[in-house]
T-cell receptor, first 111, second 116 residues
Framework: DQQVKQNSPSLSVQEGRISILNCDYTNSMFDYFLWYKKYPAEGPTFLISISSIKDKNEDGRFTVFLNKSAKHLSLHIVPSQPGDSAVYFCAASAGGQNFVFGPGTRLSVLP | DTGVSQDPRHKITKRGQNVTFRCDPI?????LYWYRQTLGQGPEFLTYFQNEAQLEKSRLLSDRFSAERPKGSFSTLEIQRTEQGDSAMYLC??????????????FGSGTQLSVL
């Protein structure tokens, strides 16, 4: 029973263009969401978060959008850079409990 | 702030042996989490502590797994009678939680376990 889904295992984008990574969840009790980036042989690194009271949060090149009615969130990276090539994980939490992670999407930014 | 430290980075063991991993969180963080990750999957929750109290343990977690966080500082994760299916990256994360929002997990580099 996968509560957090990332249905695209991989994504390739040209440098300078927009990268859009998607995440869907099934648990309506989730009220806080995070995105992480992971390079090989390293632990995940925090990117950006959003609370369910918001529908958008922006930090530099990264913007996260939340659609609660669709139980869907997306991470936009603009402009994409080769250093953004990594695996991206979506994670969700309900009421301050543990975080549930999705399976990840591997982003490749092509020069 | 030296980040979250995990030891060892790699562990190779034979099936049936016991292994123990250590995690040192960021010093002012009150929460500590253990996750497990296999190839092509996201981190899978194992257990977490707030200070020294173990607040939640995954229902899927075998009783061969035990974790402690004495005095609310470092934590250890022990796996008894290891099986080949235990081979994975074991990740530790810490956070400071003071209210209902804004918690961020800071991960260590993980311990890669290989059970032969």
């Amino acid at each position: 029973d996968q509560q957090v889904k990332q249905n695209s295992p991989s994504l390739s984008v040209q440098e300078g263009r927009i990268s859009i990574l998607n995440c869907d969840y099934t648990n309506s009790m989730f009220d806080y969401f995070l995105w992480y980036k992971k390079y090989p042989a390293e632990g995940p690194t925090f990117l950006i978060s959003i609370s369910s009271i918001k529908d958008k949060n922006e930090d530099g090149r990264f913007t996260v959008f939340l659609n609660k009615s669709a139980k869907h969130l997306s991470l936009h990276i603009v402009p994409s850079q080769p250093g953004d090539s990594a695996v991206y994980f979506c994670a969700a939490s309900a009421g301050g409990q543990n975080f549930v992670f999705g399976p990840g999407t591997r982003l490749s930014v092509l020069p | 702030d030296t980040g979250v430290s995990q030891d060892p980075r790699h562990k190779i063991t034979k099936r049936g042996q016991n292994v123990t991993f250590r995690c040192d969180p960021i010093s002012e963080h009150n929460r500590l989490y253990w996750y497990r990750q296999t190839l092509g999957q996201g981190p899978e929750f194992l257990t977490y502590f707030q200070n020294e109290a173990q607040l939640e343990k995954s229902r899927l977690l075998s009783d061969r797994f035990s974790a402690e966080r004495p005095k609310g500082s470092f934590s250890t994760l022990e796996i008894q009678r290891t099986e080949q299916g235990d081979s994975a990256m074991y990740l530790c994360a810490s956070s400071y939680r003071k209210g209902p929002a804004g918690e961020k997990l800071f991960f260590g580099s993980g311990t890669q376990l290989s059970v032969l």
